[in-house]
């Protein structure tokens, strides 16, 4: 007996446990309706009302409004308020009404929803109130016709039944409500179940139900990127990207060139936020007018891209030197603000300021490094008296045969900086293609690895002849007299 006490006290507590987080976990959102099913509405929601704080802004969707004489609010705490308002908001709310969710009214500055269902008339304030989230919702109240179906778009209670309202009739005298909002079922009829002004259930059918128009593209405008505040989602990695080998096998020196190619991961994703669709084709513009790729919003864009990066040298005749072309592939985010502007199909446009972090996976300072320059003829390295190879003009990036072409701007080589602080020094915010390093002869190293180290290399030379200048061949004659009088 002791132990059934028990096991219907614990089957009773259980059962309340699973009401709690029923009522706790309660789907707050909002049903729309498409060409084939339901959808998830991203920009309206339920709102419960002890989440509502009046001094905070929320966009609730009003259904109507009750005018109302001078005097006769107390809601307002003077008369020279009171003679100020005129009409006072009625908002769409719902409330579970006789097991199911009813649409009804909530005035504006009072706590209680008022809805009505199969003659039963209830005041509830517990309840919930329709967000329009950010305002990004298009949102518009839509005659019915009782000869077609609702319109794709409309706005569902639940799963069955809709927010709709009916216009009180012009001629009754002394309307107090512009509007009576209620719940269109078609287990009515197609009836608009309501409550009329004096508090009692009436239904027509004739009225309005509410529709949402979704975009059919976004536009990001007007982007700006605050560079100072980016930073590295993960380590910076070290890559060697190519390995070659240039040589002068002509009778001048020459200034020479041989294009690096690398293949890498580029990654690109522009984050998600609430009230935007996910999916729809996106346009990005810059605040200083660049245009970067479409992407798809809300989905990481990820390819293959294989690049170009010209080096070029200065050698004597008979010489060669090793390049290794090292880069930092690197995940950064940046955060950015935009105007995103929506797009419908009916030519229709709604723009509204956010913010968000862009993350980039790619490759970061790249840098080649140049070896020892030796002889071709015996792979000895070349006396420090003889000019070591100088670049005789900037180095650049190009954009080789790729899985998926992209254009120059989406390719960011950011040189690297000294410092923190000078990384925000005559720094465009909405730069993404930096400009390129101006001189490398700075990044030419000499390895300690001696003649040894330098043999059965490729020879990959692509050379472009030039006039040796005069001090060359003055300096190369010294050297040949001084060896010969010491010999």
């Not at 307002?76 to 409330?95: D, G, T």
């Not at 700006?224 to 190519?242: A, G, Q, T």
């Amino acid at each position: 007996m002791f132990r059934q006490r028990n096991c219907h006290f614990a089957l009773g507590l259980l059962c309340c446990i699973i009401a709690l987080l029923s009522t706790s976990t309660a789907d707050n959102s909002v049903h729309i309706l498409s060409k084939y099913q339901l959808l998830t509405s991203t920009t309206l929601k339920w709102l419960p009302i002890q989440h509502y704080n009046p001094n905070e802004f929320k966009e609730i969707v009003i259904g109507g409004f009750e005018n109302i004489a001078d005097g006769e609010d107390e809601n307002y705490a003077n008369q020279a308020e009171k003679s100020e308002v005129r009409r006072r908001p009625l908002y769409v709310c719902r409330a579970m009404h006789n097991s199911i969710w009813v649409a009804g009214t909530q005035k504006d500055k009072e706590r209680v929803c008022t809805v009505t269902m199969y003659g039963s008339v209830q005041s509830y304030d517990k309840y919930e109130l329709l967000e329009n989230i950010d305002g990004a919702a298009r949102i518009a109240w839509i005659r019915l016709d009782k000869y077609l179906q609702s319109h794709v778009g409309a706005v569902y209670v639940d799963n069955k039944m809709l927010v709709a309202r009916h216009m009180v009739p012009k001629d009754k005298k002394e309307p107090r409500y512009t509007h009576y909002i209620g719940t269109l079922s078609s287990e009515n009829f197609g009836n608009i179940i309501y409550v009329n002004e004096d508090g009692k259930e009436e239904s027509a059918k004739s009225g309005d139900h509410l529709v949402e128009t979704e975009p059919i593209r976004y536009e990001l405008s007007s982007v700006k990127l605050n560079w100072p505040k980016r930073r590295d989602v993960k380590p910076r990695i070290s890559r060697i990207l190519s390995n070659v080998t240039i040589t002068n096998h002509g009778e001048e020196p020459a200034s020479l060139a041989e294009a690096c190619t690398y293949t890498y991961k580029y990654s690109i994703y522009w984050g998600r936020r609430h009230a935007i669709l996910n999916g729809l084709i996106t346009t990005i513009t810059l605040a200083n007018g660049t245009s970067l790729p479409n992407i798809t919003w809300g989905m990481r864009d990820e390819e293959n891209r294989t690049e170009a990066y010209n080096v070029q040298v200065f050698l004597e005749p008979g010489t060669g030197v090793n390049v290794t072309l090292k880069a930092n592939y690197t995940d950064t985010e940046v955060p950015y603000s935009a105007t995103l502007i929506s797009h419908y199909e009916d030519s229709a446009t709604l723009s509204r300021v956010i913010s968000g972090t862009r993350q980039e996976e790619t490759l970061l300072d790249i840098v080649p490094e140049f070896g020892p320059i030796y002889f071709l003829s015996n792979y000895s390295v070349v006396p420090t008296t003889v000019s070591p190879p100088t670049t005789t003009e900037t180095p650049t990036t190009t954009i080789a045969a790729t899985t998926t072409m992209q254009p120059p701007q989406e390719t960011t080589h950011r040189p690297r900086q000294a410092s923190n602080a000078a990384d925000t020094v005559d720094h465009d915010e909405n730069l993404i293609v930096p400009p390129k390093k101006i001189d490398i002869s700075t990044s030419m190293q000499n390895d300690d690895g001696g003649p040894l180290s330098l043999k059965n290399k490729g020879d990959y030379s692509n050379v472009a002849c030039a006039k040796p200048s005069l001090l060359t061949l003055i300096a190369s004659s010294l050297l040949l007299l001084i060896l010969h009088r010491i010999t």
